[in-house]
Nanobody, 123 residues
Framework: QVRLAESGGGSVQAGGSLRLSCTASAYLSSYCLNWFRQAPGKERELVARLRLSNFDYASSVQGRFTISQDFEKKTLYLQMNGLKPEDTAIYYC???????????????????WGQGTQVTVSS
């Protein structure tokens, strides 16, 4: 099972930027790679996902966040621009090998999760 570790969280003012990193213990070829977040009192929600050259985003972050992967560095990134107070949450990366993008899109459980990193956006 791949181990994941997030970093890059912090506190910023609205309109600011952060880049989250998720470093894996193994190469992530053909993995379904995801960023989730959970705000206090709310359910966990999918922010963005990526598999090879396919990706999609939650509508709430579309156009502001960018998910990417550096295969050689075994690292998944989430570039967050134009941050809003409602983006405040603990952000988690999750990974699971999948055979297709369709399988990645329909998957709701993942074998590997990071410990989470806090993102706080003040107004």
């Amino acid at each position: 099972q791949v181990r994941l570790a997030e970093s890059g969280g912090g506190s910023v003012q609205a309109g600011g930027s952060l880049r989250l990193s998720c470093t894996a213990s193994a190469y992530l070829s053909s993995y379904c790679l995801n960023w989730f977040r959970q705000a206090p009192g709310k359910e966990r929600e999918l922010v963005a996902r990526l598999r090879l050259s396919n990706f999609d985003y939650a509508s709430s972050v579309q156009g502001r966040f960018t998910i990417s992967q550096d295969f050689e560095k075994k690292t998944l990134y989430l570039q967050m621009n134009g941050l809003k107070p409602e983006d405040t949450a603990i952000y988690y990366c999750a990974a699971q090998w999948t055979g297709t993008w369709s399988e990645c899109q329909s998957r709701t459980d993942f074998a590997s999760w990071g410990q989470g990193t806090q993102v706080t956006v003040s107004s």
